[in-house]
């Protein structure tokens, strides 16, 4: 008769036989398996020094274009802008740089930067909307007709009205005007500086904004609806705006986005999102000309876009 003695043997028997067959295979395969790793891992070294080399490569021919962009650009855009006074808007989000590179390719072409308006993020806050309502009735302009919208509205279209005219028009008188900046930046709803420590209304006005967010929270949104509704105001009261971010400002949750997306304001208001290139700086001014002169595109690399500036107008 088997007995348990048996059955414990051939068990142990049995495991015996596995482990030496599983040593026995893993140093048959150990060879051609580390070779094959070995291999894989050195086609993809070789795969990512290519794409370095790449990435390294078309850097430079970008940092090349830039450096052509703007030792040409003030020849192209020179007497482009006349005589006109440009107002920049700023947003919470917009990068220093941006001004700073703007602003001598706007004298460049002839203009003259009016001020800087910085909108703060208390202007389009909710828990701020009635001392924004309160303000907008203290300090309207005389023969100002605000539009019936909400308070943030009502209140870009009043600052459009105090720091903007058209050319061949008239504007809000200098002391009304500087009432209501003097109002907005007291609240610290908004910040005004200007080169002179003066007031006087801009012909055209340039948006800068900045990048698109990872995410957009409702304080943001809002905060990029104040800006998109301050282009509308500002095109509406001046001889023409251009909304201009950087590379990304496009993208989803973008402000250019945003403003490209509003069919209606679209057609009035002009867009750069490529503004921290050197090609980008020139295309923004060729925009200015191209809104005095009754036109409107959207210019870039994003979607929605031309990546062919506007042309100088006919003198």
Do not use: K, N
């Not at 999102?273 to 001014?285: F, M, N």
């Not at 009754?294 to 210019?299: L, P, S």
Request: hydrophobic share 45%.
């Amino acid at each position: 008769m088997i007995d348990f003695r048996y059955h414990l043997v051939s068990l142990v028997a049995v495991f015996l036989a596995l482990a030496a067959g599983i040593v026995l295979g893993s140093a048959a395969l150990d060879g051609p398996v580390r070779a094959g790793l070995g291999g894989d891992l050195g086609r993809a070294g070789s795969e990512t020094e290519v794409l370095e080399g790449e990435v390294t490569r078309l850097r430079s021919q970008l940092g090349a274009a830039d450096a052509y962009a703007l030792s040409t650009g003030p020849r192209l855009v020179r007497g482009a802008l006349d005589e006109q006074r440009v107002l920049l808007v700023t947003a919470p989000r917009t990068p220093d740089e941006l001004v700073e590179r703007l602003t001598p390719m706007l004298e460049q072409a002839g203009a003259q930067v009016s001020g800087t308006l910085q909108l703060l993020p208390a202007l389009s806050d909710p828990a701020q909307r009635a001392l924004v309502e309160d303000l907008v009735a203290q300090v309207v302009p005389a023969g100002v007709q605000l539009p019936d919208t909400d308070a943030v509205g009502r209140a870009t279209a009043e600052l459009a009205a105090a720091l903007t005219r058209p050319a061949e028009g008239t504007g809000v008188e200098a002391e009304q005007a500087q009432a209501v900046v003097s109002a907005f930046a007291e609240a610290d709803l908004v910040a005004f500086s200007s080169p002179d420590e003066t007031l006087q209304p801009a012909t055209l006005a340039v948006v800068l904004t900045g990048a698109a967010p990872d995410r957009l929270p409702p304080a943001e949104q809002a905060q990029q609806a104040a800006v998109v509704a301050m282009a509308g105001a500002l095109d509406a009261r001046a001889d023409g705006a251009v909304v201009a971010g950087p590379s990304g400002s496009a993208d989803d949750r973008g402000t250019v986005r945003a403003l490209r997306s509003e069919d209606a304001l679209a057609q009035q208001v002009s867009s750069v999102d490529d503004a921290d290139r050197g090609s980008g700086l020139v295309t923004v001014v060729l925009s200015l000309a191209e809104q005095r002169q009754g036109g409107a595109g959207h210019y870039g690399a994003g979607e929605g876009a031309t990546p062919t500036p506007p042309s100088l107008p006919a003198p």
